[in-house]
């Protein structure tokens, strides 16, 4: 038959083949030819397209970073996965409108501030360096590549550059100001008392038809989540390194070869003077604050001690009273503008007038320590512990690669990667969804151990990469479903419950008796009765001398008329209720406040206006954005 076809394909017959397999490739292309066509796309702003790898992605990151922040109390089964992906999407949409303004506008982030921002990273930084190795293990360990995640923070820096220029043109006005230190520091006099629910414990008995009405309304709380059991071989680099022996040659080799990383850099001793002026300050308070700190700066030139000048007339708070002196410091750990200008001076020399994030300095260089390099018996812990930790890194990369390779050639067990590599198996108690303890708790753990391959097709897992020094292959040992805690179990559990909640019932109305005594006209002190009664006095909105529930019932409630007094009830978080009678109202005064406070409170001001100024303007972008859904609708 084969060779029927081979005589067969000459001629018009051959020609008729060609046609008919060139007709998909025109018309469809390869990819589609051979089912591999472009991306799924989720959202498209006006015409850029956000692809559902993408999304997907983004939403990966964002679980990792929720279950980080939570930690032990991340429970997934509590989160809806769909409504999340949209807000995921949301704020995707978000980002694309803010960039494509950004380009409009004009605004650029350049190849060299790219580069600045990544080098300064310090999680791709060892020894206070930025390491290329580290750099593109970091990048692949996020899903990405290295230009991929250039062009990620060139996207970020480009965004912030709107961000900054919007929040720039805030300001605050003095009414502003004195409106928000009124409420801010606003104090509030009250009397009160705690209404115990113990009060009205009771050992009644209670019946079964009770427990069972409690228990099928609150199941939910006695539901077991799903549990697995693991195996696993854990490559620590830091394990690895205990195990590595270095003689005094190689150790001195290390040390010859890594000079620059045992030098003590140059540290530089001055004194200032102070004169505050924030960063939104209006044209006529930064030139106020210039003119101050350039008649200081005469008046030091002209011999007057400036030790003594900075004491009278600095506005730090910190330095004034030694003089303005702030010992000695290296690079890295004063305000740009202020380090640039102690490091260009002479020993002795007065600098210029410097403006810094803070306002306006005078800078007096009082000394300088010249920078050295620590011999080899100054450094000998540390250089083992750096050659050690190097050693153990080089190792690590190659035990990963070859536990990689063998746990997937015999992915129905980790006892043949054990023997190969030395590794022992550890294993896990039962652990659910939300994680264990320790590397239990990674989410690239929990997301392998419950996934399709390990859990139900009982495979080795591949090689997740936890940290930059940390890798695992796992598998389950055992698994079991959720499911719910039989009502024996818990009957112990429900019937406290309920008497708890019967005692808490009883306090409220007990509560709510007395609340109505006072609001009749009696006293706070003739109502209180046995309770014990509380006058912690004035309490500002921030006060801890009281529970955190009542003082916000306290400031939610109004103003009392003069010679009168407002009362309430509120539950506070042990279950009990408080019973309060407010009598006054004390109103926060701009003027109690010193000139640091002041600066302050206009800065916490200003930023807040240019947060909202700027959000106010996405909307506006948003609005005005041709912006499509093809997978979600806008909520």
């Known amino acids: 038959m084969l060779q029927a076809i081979r005589d067969k394909a000459q001629g018009w017959f051959a020609w008729g083949i060609v046609i008919l397999i060139s007709i998909p490739f025109a018309l469809w292309g390869i990819q589609e030819y051979l089912g591999v066509g472009a991306e799924p796309v989720v959202a498209s702003v006006n015409g850029a397209e956000i692809t ?52 409009d506008m004009g605004l650029r982030a350049g190849d060299q501030l790219v580069s600045s921002a990544i080098l300064g990273i310090p999680s791709f930084q060892k020894n206070g360096r930025f390491d290329q190795e580290t750099f593109e ?3 692949r360990l996020q899903g990405t590549s290295a230009a991929g995640f250039e062009e990620r923070i060139h996207r970020i820096l480009l965004s912030e550059q709107l961000s900054q220029a919007v929040n720039g043109t805030a300001f605050v006005t003095d009414f502003e100001l004195k409106e928000k230190i009124r409420l801010q520091d606003q104090a509030r006099e009250f009397a009160f008392f705690a209404v ?42 830091d394990s690895l390194s205990a195990t590595i022996e270095a003689d005094e040659e190689v150790l001195h080799g290390y040390y010859d070869d890594h000079l620059d990383n045992y030098g003590r850099p140059e540290q530089r001793r001055a004194s200032h003077i102070l004169v505050l002026v924030g960063a939104s300050g209006d044209e006529s308070e930064v030139d106020a604050a210039r003119k101050k700190i350039e008649a200081l700066k005469v008046r ?37 503008a202020f380090e640039a200008a102690t490091y260009a001076l ?16 005078l800078i007096k260089l009082t000394g300088i320590k010249a920078g050295d390099v620590k011999s080899f018996e100054e450094v000998r812990d540390e250089v083992t512990k750096a050659y050690k930790r190097g050693e153990a890194e080089r190792i690590y990369y ?124 009696e006293t706070i002190d003739a109502v209180a009765g046995e309770f014990e009664l509380k006058k912690p006095g004035a309490v500002k909105r921030r006060g ?27 539950r506070l978080g042990d279950g009990d209720f408080a019973v309060f009678s407010l009598s006054a109202v004390v109103e926060g005064s701009v003027d109690s406040l010193d000139e640091v406070r002041i600066v302050q409170e206009k800065r916490t001001l200003s930023s807040f206006y240019g947060r909202q100024s700027f959000d106010d303007l996405v909307k506006d972008l948003r609005k005005r954005a041709e912006i499509t859904l093809t997978q979600y609708e806008s909520e």
Request: without cysteine; aromatic residues 8%; charged residues 30%.
């Open 52 to 103: 559902e790898r993408e999304l997907n992605g983004r939403y990966e990151n964002f679980r990792q970073d929720l279950r980080k922040r939570l930690g032990a109390s991340y429970r997934p089964e509590l989160f809806d996965d769909e409504r999340m992906r949209k807000e995921v999407l949301q704020d995707m949409i978000r980002s694309e409108v803010i960039l494509q303004a950004s380009y």
């Open 137 to 139: 293990r970091a990048v």
């Open 196 to 237: 115990p629910r113990t009060k009205f414990a009771s050992d009644e008995a209670i019946s079964d038809e009770s427990v069972q009405a409690y228990y099928k309304n609150h199941q939910e709380s006695y539901r077991v989540p799903e549990q697995v059991k693991l195996e696993y071989i854990l490559l620590d680099a």
């Open 300 to 336: 030091a030139e002209q011999g007057e001690d400036f030790a003594e000048l900075a004491k009278s007339a600095s506005q730090d708070p910190g330095s004034a009273a030694n003089g303005g002196d702030l010992g000695f410091f290296g690079k890295g750990i004063m305000d740009p």
């Open 346 to 361: 002479q020993d002795g020399e007065l600098s210029a007038p410097v403006r810094s994030a803070f306002g306006f300095h």
């Open 398 to 521: 190659e035990y990963a690669e070859r536990l990689a390779d063998l746990s997937y050639e015999d992915p129905s067990s980790l006892q043949p990667v054990s023997t190969t590599l030395g590794l022992d198996i550890k294993k896990s108690d039962w652990i659910g969804r939300e994680g264990g303890a320790g590397i239990l708790a990674f989410p690239k753990l929990l997301g392998a151990a419950f996934s399709e391959d390990v859990l139900n097709e009982h495979n080795n897992s591949e090689l997740i990469e936890l940290d930059q020094n940390q890798s695992v292959v796992l598998r389950v040992l055992d698994h079991k479903e959720a499911s719910y805690r039989a009502i024996d179990e818990v009957k112990a559990t429900i019937i406290a419950a309920i008497r708890n909640e019967q005692a808490e019932t009883l306090a409220k109305a007990e509560a709510e008796r007395l609340v109505g005594r006072l609001k009749a006209g």
């Open 544 to 570: 801890t001398e009281v529970p955190l529930k009542l003082l916000a019932q306290v400031f939610r409630a109004p103003k009392p008329a003069p010679g009168e007094v407002v009362s309430g009830v509120t």
